[in-house]
């Protein structure tokens, strides 16, 4: 028997975000099989469709031998990580870990900020600078790294010598207010755009896109060296798109087309998922996800050594419900709209929690083909081991900006891949390489 609830009404937990939920924040405990609904819009007949999902829950839905491949194949992709950001808690009080590296504290972030939208302000009577120092009187205010930010950090090695905050807000002071906007926006170019939290143990598996830094889609660097273990947990996996499709056909209809648009190289094998984050034994603080298919679903489920651990209950504030999530059991959740996060988790000696997010990233549909993706891996790394190469300097990486538009890339790719796949993935290619320039 699956117990149905329909929350009455959705709750502003706006405030919640970043901090970490407890019993205070749910009526319902969910321990037993049951499907969660979204309230029922005003004048609708009752339909439970896969559009009002808050989650699914099955108890133990996995063999004992899927889970036991499954923590193996898996557990040593999560790392000590900064990067969690907003899921790992406001920083209040927490140090930032590694050398060259400082929080961006409340009072710099409000002031920089203040100092961009006063671009084009109207004529006002008190100096922005002043009345944000206003704000924060104290020393002590001005250190406090806390509240709902993204956590960002200053990267001091971008400094070309030492930065004193205050000091450059006594240079800018004289300055009119677009000269101020723009030399907070060289200020803000020494920001970190890596939003950090405190230290957990956080990894992720399967495969990734392509960012800045990276441009290029590949494996996990956990899958890419240990790919034989990560493979022993595809039972399991298989095994999750099989209740995904029995549970949310629709949803996993708009995931699995999803899927079939993707190199199968950068697929689970049978399933519709690409990625796994790993978390061990992490309780996260109140957030929404990202990057996951909106209109196919993340998937939630823990491991565990031994199983010894207590507390870790995933709690919907919005819709004042929890779910207690054991090892083996399914929890097929609406992450990136229903806010989340963890009660603590007390774990005996020797023991382990790890919970699993299993899901499809969106941004793979901008990939090519896994050939094609190994190509720009390589012309990355040809740039950068190249010692003669006009763009090289220290700790250069090989990346430039408009590379991927430049006719070094169009003869490098056309030699890699032909002519055809050239311009199947870059038209302009036809009237800028050199050959048609010549020609």
């Known amino acids: ?99 060259g590296r400082e929080w961006v504290t409340n009072y710099q972030d409000e002031m920089c900020t203040a100092l961009l939208s006063n671009r084009n302000a109207a004529l006002e009577e008190i100096d922005v600078i002043d009345a944000i120092r206003a704000k924060y009187p104290t020393e002590e205010d001005k250190k406090r790294a806390g509240g709902q930010g993204k956590n960002n950090v200053w990267v001091i090695s971008r400094f070309r010598g030492k930065f004193d905050f205050e000091e450059w807000l006594d240079s800018i002071k004289p300055m009119g207010r677009a000269e101020r906007a723009a030399a907070t926006e060289e200020v803000m170019k020494m920001m ?20 800045p830094r990276i441009p290029y889609g590949r494996a996990t660097s956990y899958t890419a060296n240990s790919f034989e ?17 029995e549970l949310l056909p629709w949803r996993y209809n708009n995931q699995s087309e999803a899927a079939k648009k993707v190199d199968p190289a950068f697929l689970v094998p049978e ?46 504030p919005e819709y004042r419900v929890a779910v207690n999530v054991r090892p083996g059991d399914l929890l097929l959740i609406n992450n990136h709209e229903v806010m989340h996060g963890n009660t603590e988790i007390k774990c005996a000696e020797g023991s382990e929690r790890i919970s699993l997010v299993v899901y499809f990233r969106e941004k793979m549909l901008e990939l090519g083909s896994k ?29 430039s900006p408009g590379m991927w538009e430049d006719t070094e890339w169009y003869d490098y790719c056309e030699s890699k891949l032909g002519r055809e796949k050239l311009l199947k993935y870059h038209p302009d290619a036809a009237a800028t390489t050199l050959d048609e320039f010549f020609g």
């Open 192 to 211: 970190s755009l890596t939003t950090y939290g405190t230290a957990v143990n956080s990894g992720i598996a399967g495969w990734f896109d392509r960012y």
């Open 1 to 99: 028997m699956v117990k149905v609830i329909v929350a009455d009404r959705k709750y502003d937990c706006t405030e919640l975000i970043g901090k970490f939920v407890d019993e205070r924040h749910y009526d319902i405990l969910v321990e037993e099989d049951c499907d969660v609904y979204m309230p029922l819009p005003a004048g609708m007949e009752e339909t439970y469709g896969e559009d009002r999902i808050v989650f699914k829950f099955r108890k133990n839905f996995f063999s004992k031998e899927e889970q036991e491949m499954a923590y193996i194949g898996l557990r040593e992709a999560a790392t000590r990580t900064e990067n969690r950001g907003i899921a790992s808690g406001i920083k209040e009080g927490v140090q930032v870990d590694g050398e």
């Open 271 to 316: 399933t519709p998922f690409t990625t796994i984050t790993v978390n061990k034994t992490f309780r996260t603080a109140a957030h929404y996800d990202a990057g996951d298919l909106n209109s196919g679903l993340s998937n939630l489920l823990t491991l565990s050594n031994d199983g010894n651990y207590t507390g870790g209950y995933l709690i919907a």
């Open 229 to 245: 273990k990560f493979k022993m947990s595809y039972p399991f996996l298989q095994s999750l798109a099989r209740g995904f499709k």
């Open 371 to 399: 050939k094609y993706e190994d190509t720009r891996f390589e012309y990355v790394e040809s740039r950068r081991l190249n010692k003669e190469h006009p763009e090289q300097r220290k700790l250069w990486n090989g990346i």
